[in-house]
């Protein structure tokens, strides 16, 4: 089984802090993806990854920043940490796609509540 | 402009009848892909469905089936002999790009309740 795991399932933080967030997979996923989920906004893309080293913004970068050193592995920092990124945030992977294998579902983790005070 | 609508805060439907939970996209794309995830109160995402943009046939998994209209940009779920745990957020999401560049977008979800 597909596994994504996030370090924490519940954080709290306070505000100006640096919070780091960490997500590790285990089946050698090329891409991964960080969004935070809120009531009547749905999942927004936050970051992603389609490579070791290589990030690229989503819709919402602004405080965020990210960092894939190596490919099971996909962090997201809140370099200073502020009470409207209180939120959920979720981490998801996904293979490449492949001749045989146009399927590309994204696997996620459980989630990390974080809350910042 | 947004990627993925879903304008449907929230359904209702009976018990053993079916439902469509409407998704439209927006995409210059020629190659994408278009998924269904469901999320249950206990939060966990889970993957229902996935049609492709060159896959001519509806795709189909067990009660579930995607309303692919291409020419409208819509990709709609439909949920067929609804049951008590089919009570979720539904999520649509289309991947754009090329090759191994993934970009992966969510609507913000439509909030289905079968009733007994």
Not at chain 1, 49 to 57: A, I, N, T
Not at chain 1, 83 to 109: H, K, V
């Amino acid at each position: 089984d597909v596994k994504v795991t996030q370090s924490s399932r519940y954080l709290v933080k306070r505000t100006g802090e640096k919070v780091f967030l960490e997500c590790v997979q285990d089946m050698d996923h090329e891409n991964m993806f960080w969004y935070r989920q809120d009531p009547g906004l749905g999942l927004r893309l936050i970051y992603f990854s389609y490579d070791v080293k290589m990030k690229e913004k989503g819709d919402i970068p602004e405080g965020y920043s990210v960092s894939r050193e190596k490919k099971e592995r996909f962090s997201l920092i809140l370099e200073s940490a502020s009470t409207n990124q209180t939120s959920m945030y979720l981490c998801a992977s996904s293979p490449d796609r492949r001749e045989g294998r146009p399927n590309t579902e994204a696997f996620f983790g459980q989630g990390t509540r974080l809350t910042v005070v | 402009a947004q990627k993925i609508t879903q304008t449907q805060p929230g359904m209702f439907v009976q018990e053993k009848e079916a439902v469509t939970l409407d998704c439209t996209y927006d995409t210059s794309d020629q190659s994408y892909g278009l998924f269904w995830y469901k999320q249950p109160s206990s939060g966990e995402m889970i993957f229902l469905i996935y049609q492709g943009s060159y896959d001519e046939q509806n795709a189909t998994e067990g009660r579930y089936s995607l309303n692919f209209q291409k020419a409208r940009k819509s990709a709609n779920l439909v949920i067929s002999a609804s049951q008590l745990g089919d009570s979720a957020m539904y999520f649509c999401a289309m991947r754009e790009g090329p090759g191994g560049y993934q970009k992966v977008t969510f609507g913000i979800g439509t909030k289905l309740q079968v009733i007994p």
